[in-house]
T-cell receptor
Framework: KNQVEQSPQSLIILEGKNCTLQCNYTVSPFSNLRWYKQDTGRGPVSLTIMTFSENTKSNGRYTATLDADTKQSSLHITASQLSDSASYICVVSSSASKIIFGSGTRLSIRP | KAGVTQTPRYLIKTRGQQVTLSCSPISGHRSVSWYQQTPGQGLQFLFEYFSETQRNKGNFPGRFSGRQFSNSRSEMNVSTLELGDSALYLC????WGSGRHDYNEQFFGPGTRLTVL
């Protein structure tokens, strides 16, 4: 069964600290994996997209990694800011035209 | 380039009514997908349209339907509304249909918040 699981469900960290969010998937055949940031009440915004051959991609303070062998991805946020408070959603697409969403990690940054 | 626009942004309906939501994709994008987002279920795929044809469909009842026009604008219709239909409905556009290209990125609109009383 195609699934995308994210952990933790929620996370609270202090401003300036780093954090790492996890995404495990069982989607097959794999096409690409995307991380989205969704602010409360707004649509998701793409942070990174990685295909099978890529294992790291950065977007400013956001760095995503992908291990296609273990079917795991992580999103690392460096020097967190209050504006990083949001839900982060992992999305995996299969080459069979399926798009599977994770349930998201809700990140709260405290001053 | 203008982003994805959705109208209306907020909507309040009562049980049994029907509703139509509208989505205008980014200019040049031919694929439009619709999603339902609720706190308990997260994002769930409703359907995808590409060049006026439904390409994929999620596991939603027949009360949920959609269509796409020749200018790629899309509408979603929900008939006989139920309380459980209260959700944020998101539309996403992309240049190609899903599975067509590895870097086929989806761009989401701000969503329509539907409340069913």
């Amino acid at each position: 069964k195609n699934q995308v699981e994210q952990s933790p469900q929620s996370l609270i960290i202090l401003e300036g600290k780093n954090c790492t969010l996890q995404c495990n998937y069982t989607v097959s055949p794999f096409s690409n994996l995307r991380w989205y940031k969704q602010d409360t009440g707004r649509g998701p915004v793409s942070l990174t997209i990685m295909t099978f051959s890529e294992n790291t991609k950065s977007n400013g303070r956001y760095t995503a990694t992908l291990d296609a062998d273990t079917k795991q991805s992580s999103l690392h946020i460096t020097a967190s800011q209050l504006s990083d408070s949001a839900s982060y959603i992992c999305v995996v697409s299969s080459s069979a035209s399926k798009i599977i969403f994770g349930s998201g990690t809700r990140l709260s940054i405290r001053p | 380039k203008a982003g994805v626009t959705q109208t209306p942004r907020y909507l309040i309906k009562t049980r049994g009514q029907q509703v139509t939501l509208s989505c205008s994709p980014i200019s040049g994008h031919r694929s439009v997908s619709w999603y339902q987002q609720t706190p308990g279920q997260g994002l769930q795929f409703l359907f995808e349209y590409f060049s006026e044809t439904q390409r994929n469909k999620g596991n939603f009842p027949g009360r949920f339907s959609g269509r796409q026009f020749s200018n790629s604008r899309s509408e979603m219709n929900v008939s006989t509304l139920e309380l459980g239909d209260s959700a944020l409905y998101l539309c996403a556009s992309s240049p190609w249909g899903s599975g067509r290209h590895d870097y086929n990125e989806q761009f989401f609109g701000p969503g329509t918040r539907l409340t069913v009383l």
